[in-house]
């Protein structure tokens, strides 16, 4: 069935009507008009917004980490009844 509908869009054209409108290159489609497009060219200046959010993204990352390692030191602890300082230094002893 599918076969059958492709042979008879090709029997009318159909099919290169499409081909010539989406994959054949026209060389005027894609050429700017004028060579300035208005945009500022990208500097590390513009891009200061985008390494600040990733150093906050760093920061926050690294104090969520120190958060849980704190946290499964205090739970080591209780349960092994001893410091807190003993159970950090023997953190990641199995």
């Given amino acids: 069935m599918l076969s059958s509908t492709i042979l008879r869009l090709n029997e009318?054209?159909?099919?290169l009507e499409l081909y010539n409108k989406w994959w054949k290159v026209d060389d005027n489609s894609c050429k700017s008009k004028s060579k300035d497009t208005g945009a500022p060219q990208l500097q590390l200046k513009?891009?200061?917004?985008?390494?600040?959010?990733l150093?906050?993204?760093?920061?926050?990352?690294c104090l969520v980490v120190c958060l849980e390692i704190l946290a499964y030191a205090v739970q080591r602890s209780r349960e092994?009844?001893?410091s807190l300082v003993l159970a950090t230094m023997f953190l990641f002893l199995p």
């Fill in 46 to 53: 513009n891009l200061e917004g985008i390494f600040v959010f």
């Fill in 12 to 15: 009318k054209q159909v099919l």
């Fill in 80 to 82: 092994e009844k001893v």
């Fill in 55 to 61: 150093a906050g993204g760093l920061a926050i990352s």
